[in-house]
């Protein structure tokens, strides 16, 4: 009796001693989901953008987690800043400003992406939509959806084109910046259709693979549904035949980079007479200096005045039109989003996975005469940053500033990866510091990154000459830019948070201007 009792015991203990060593390992390699979305400003509830905007699911998210709500892109413009997220590389040290792939760049080839990094480290890593701005599949164990991720695109029946609904000459810029309307309103070409041609709404370039649409209930999904739904569904099957190795899951929506196209419903959401300009200020751009660097031809300045031609020189009535489009979009998106953090909370991957979310960069609406993205001010370069993690305290808020660069370096720490990130010596070190001491202590002041975040504008120009750039700094209080030619702007986030008032020429405050140049170049020499 004695001797089953022994047994008994010891089996018990060996068990427990299994689950303890699970979850250690658990925790020690956790899961990963990687969710960025192209063109996403800060215009969601718990960022704060704009006050109309409608994100419960990005908010729940935060929530739960470290909203980071100074965080910016370290070149605001797609493929340069998705180059350098996904190496670590700062641009000023790789001099990728423009559209050259990662793969071909000379510094970054010889760097290893994070899923590179994590496939090293053991992972199993799978992903869909737009991720990497020119992806390699070989970087994956599993790809998911092969769709145009922009699509659908209006087409005439000859080529994708501008919407007919969208007014010119702002309908000339094409099918994907110069267009905007609810999925209900089918792109319809009369003289092309009397051919005999068809016309619609075109998924690919190249492709007549044409989007069903009936009604709301009746009709194809549109490219970031397919791939919140191929994510959840991959987060089930994970589930239910596991696999013998941790997993990092990375999602790429495309919405709301243009053309802003979303179901009707979510246009519905936001009337336009009742739509607010968000920190709008007409001619906020006269104490700043882009327009004598840049040309008028740069896409920011020449599509507000294109948008402000094409709606009678109502610059006001123009951009409604727009951000009506663009908040459906977020709307849109946000709900893909809650699909997939939904999946996870639903599985038994809950407590041992870690969500990141954020953007590529954000969205200039208007201000300073400018929309697009690619400039050196706050729209353009702040972003929404998320992570939750089941080593961390939720619904906590992080207000240093932080950047893209850094996250790098916190999927290392997070998840124990090691090993060399580069391929070769040829390749460009590890820019960013990681934010885990952020989620032990949000209010923390010792980490061991900079005091501030750092931007580059990518002018599609790759010089070698860092000097010849232009930078834009942003610590907690103070931003400060310099441009190619030297000339500089500085603006006072604790009194113009909207950047409305230029003091780079008040001579009380050039000590402060100095201090903020010097740890600038700190990062840019380091």
Partial sequence: MIKH?????????????????????????PNVVFIIVDDLNDYQGIFGGHPQAKTPNIDKLAKSGVAFKNAHSNVPVCSPSRNSLFTGVYAHESGDFGWTKHFEQPTLKNNKTIMEY????????????????????????????????????????????GHPSVP???????????????????????????????????????????????????RDLLPDEMHAKWAAEKIKALEEKPIEQPFFLGVGFVR??????????????????????????????????????????????????????SYGGDAVLGLKHFLQAYLACVAFVDEQIGKVVDAIDNS???????????????????????????????????????????????????????????????????????????????????????LAPFLSNPKTTSWGGPSGALSMVGNGLNKEDVMNQT????????????????????????????EWTNLVEDQ???????????????IIEN
């Fill in 5 to 29: 009792f022994f047994i008994f015991f010891l089996c018990i203990g060996l068990i427990s001693c299994s689950i303890r060593s699970t979850s250690h390992t658990e925790i020690e390699n």
């Fill in 348 to 434: 038994k991957f809950k407590d041992n996975t870690i969500i990141v979310l954020t953007s590529d960069h954000g969205w200039q609406m208007g201000e300073k005469d400018y929309l697009f993205k690619n400039s050196p001010w706050e729209e353009s370069t702040r972003i929404p940053l998320v992570i939750r993690s089941p080593k961390v305290k939720s619904d906590s808020e992080v207000t240093h500033p932080i950047s893209l660069i850094d996250l790098y370096p916190t999927f290392i720490d997070l998840c124990n990866l090691s090993g060399d990130y580069k391929i070769n010596e040829l390749g460009g070190s590890l820019g960013g510091h990681s």
């Fill in 118 to 161: 994590f496939s090293e480290n053991g992972y199993y890593v799978a992903g869909s939509g737009k991720l990497l701005h020119i992806n390699k599949k070989e970087y994956w164990d599993e790809w998911g959806v092969d769709i145009n991720n922009y699509g659908p695109l209006a087409f005439n029946g000859e080529e994708p084109v």
């Fill in 256 to 309: 709301p980079h243009t053309p802003l196209y979303a179901p009707k419903r979510f246009f519905e959401m936001f009337p336009l007479d009742e739509i607010e300009l968000s920190s709008f200020k007409p001619e906020d751009a006269e104490d700043t200096y882009y327009k004598n660097i840049y040309p008028a031809k740069m896409k920011g300045l020449r599509y507000y005045q294109t948008l402000k031609e």
């Fill in 471 to 498: 930078y834009s700094y942003r610590t907690r209080d103070w931003r400060y830019i310099r441009y190619m030619d030297g000339t500089e702007e500085l603006y006072d986030h604790r009194v113009d948070p909207y």
């Fill in 168 to 218: 010119e000459p702002f309908r000339s810029i094409g099918p994907i910046d110069g267009s905007f309307a609810p999925l209900s309103d089918i792109p319809v070409f009369p003289e092309n259709e009397s051919k005999g041609k068809q016309t619609g709404w075109l998924y690919t370039r190249g492709k007549l693979d044409f989007l069903k649409y009936v009604d709301e209930s009746n």
């Fill in 508 to 522: 009380k405050i050039s000590s402060t201007k100095e201090k903020l140049k010097r740890e600038m170049f700190a």
